[in-house]
T-cell receptor, first 113, second 117 residues
């Protein structure tokens, strides 16, 4: 089983739509959670951290369910510029100071005009 | 702040040659990470380094691959005797030291794309 699993998509949605991505992780000791965004042939960039209480940043809302080991990202009022691959990322510390991010394979979003 | 700088951005090698990829972390960052992204796949952790120390190399293939982060200069990912399967994008990321604010947040460089002919 992969450590971080995502639906690869693609999700094809019209402008203005609301779209939700889900992600599950296998290691219950995971401590930190993030969503990154990666544009085609570019580097990943941090979109937002995910907190247990849920958090919102403009049109983006992230939720974490530790009991179910499940993370979600909701995008409201989709824009053309939201088209990208969205990466679910989990940080699990193993013993000492290792700060290793585990990436899902990403969910591709294509927003259509 | 120039961010994480990687070079070369594109590198072409023939099978059996050596590839050297360089990464200069963001100013003030002392931790460097290397990730590999194969075509149509996710990013895979390779190695985590601090200055002059390899902290975690659990994702690094046992043969042909090595990494260093010397006291002076950039971090280097070295691939000896490259094979076609090494063709990928290699991303470097940096972060402040653990215990610092934002220690969990990685800033990525633009990547080095290796093509092995």
């Amino acid at each position: 089983r992969k450590e971080v699993e995502q639906d690869p998509g693609p999700f094809n949605v019209p402008e203005g739509a609301t779209v939700a991505f889900n992600c599950t992780y296998s290691n219950s000791a995971s401590q930190s959670f993030f969503w990154y965004r990666q544009d085609c042939r570019k580097e990943p960039k941090l979109l937002m951290s995910v907190y247990s209480s849920g958090n919102e940043d403009g049109r983006f809302t992230a939720q974490l369910n530790r009991a179910s080991q499940y993370i979600s990202l909701l995008i409201r009022d989709s824009k053309l510029s939201d088209s990208a691959t969205y990466l679910c990322v989990v940080n699990t510390r193993y013993g000492g100071a290792t700060n290793k991010l585990i990436f899902g394979t990403g969910t591709l979003l294509a927003v259509q005009p | 702040n120039a961010g994480v700088m990687q070079n070369p951005r594109h590198l072409v090698r023939r099978r059996g040659q050596e590839a050297r990829l360089r990464c200069s972390p963001m100013k003030g960052h002392s931790h460097v990470y290397w990730y590999r992204q194969l075509p149509e796949e996710g990013l895979k952790f390779m190695v985590y380094l601090q200055k002059e120390n390899i902290i975690d190399e659990s994702g690094m293939p046992k043969e042909r691959f090595s990494a260093e982060f010397p006291k002076e200069g950039p971090s280097i990912l070295r691939i000896q005797q490259v094979v076609r399967g090494d063709s990928a994008a290699y991303f470097c990321a940096s972060s402040p030291g653990t215990g610092s604010s934002g220690a969990n947040v990685l800033t990525f460089g633009a990547g080095s794309r290796l093509t092995v002919l």
